[in-house]
């Protein structure tokens, strides 16, 4: 298959996934799906599986238990019977046999112990991999200036991070020192959440600091305090889509682009700049700045 039809492949495939992502409140049907890619219904079933690996009935299942998972979590006054007649399902009993058949917890017991690693793997799919091989991401080499921001510093598993941006975004509104308007947004990843124990998991939440905070961030109930994100060059791309397959664009700078660069990489991890802090966005429409810091 030329290129150019690879590419074409991908992007009908794209669609695909982006209208199941905002539809996984309605029924979706194979010949819906068909017609958003573009290919015959009486194949798409087939090609559906051979490029995502698994049957399109399973992938829209995964999306709706990822969603509920994650609402199970971050919304904890939010009742399982609602959680699961949200996602689609007839009754609390039908969304506990395939939540447990899928991720080997009850939603209760998920909620109480939620494993990052062992979750994140559900939704590692062929497809996400090729689609970032057959991209041709816009990599660009800027130069950052030094930047005093306000740090609530997350230890543990990544899927209570919402907590942690909770008490940030607390801190923020009370000490009027970083406003999310005006001043940026970061996230400072220290290991990959991909490979990493929930326990050793370690990712500093980051916001501006205006002028009038002077480079200091008084005492306060949320333990925030103050670091500095080093100035210097980056290389920089912009993920499109949410925030837990932003791995995916930083495999893209280290795997492909990186080694045919002939870049360094500075000690100092990769981060995150956050442009949209809108919780109503759709998650496929969410932009972030990826930064990889080089020598």
Known sequence: MSNEK????????????????QHLDSPLTVEQLSEVACFSRFHFHRQFSLYCGISISRYVMLMRLKRASLRL??????????IALDAGFENPESFSRAFKNTFGLTPSRFRKEPVWVDWQMHF??????????MEKMDVKI??????????????????????????????????GLSDYTTQGT????????LTTPGEDFRFDVCGELSTKAN???????QGVICKTLPGGRCAVVRHVGAY????????????QWLPQSGEELRDFPVYFRYLQLDQQLPEHELQTDVLLPLK
């Open 6 to 21: 690879t590419d074409l492949y991908a992007r009908r495939f794209a669609q695909v996934f982006a209208f199941i992502e």
């Open 73 to 82: 979590i971050n919304k904890s006054q939010d009742k399982v019977i609602d």
């Open 124 to 133: 590692q799919f062929p497809v996400r991999e090729i689609q970032q091989r």
């Open 142 to 175: 800027i130069t950052v200036e030094p930047i005093k921001v306000a740090v609530l510093e997350h230890f543990g598993d990544p899927l209570r991070m919402n907590k942690t941006v909770e008490s940030f975004i607390e801190w923020r509104i009370a000490s």
């Open 186 to 193: 970061y996230g400072v990843p220290y290991s990959d959440p």
């Open 215 to 221: 480079d200091h961030v008084p005492a306060n109930p």
């Open 244 to 255: 837990d397959r932003i791995s995916d664009s930083v495999y893209y700078l280290y795997r």
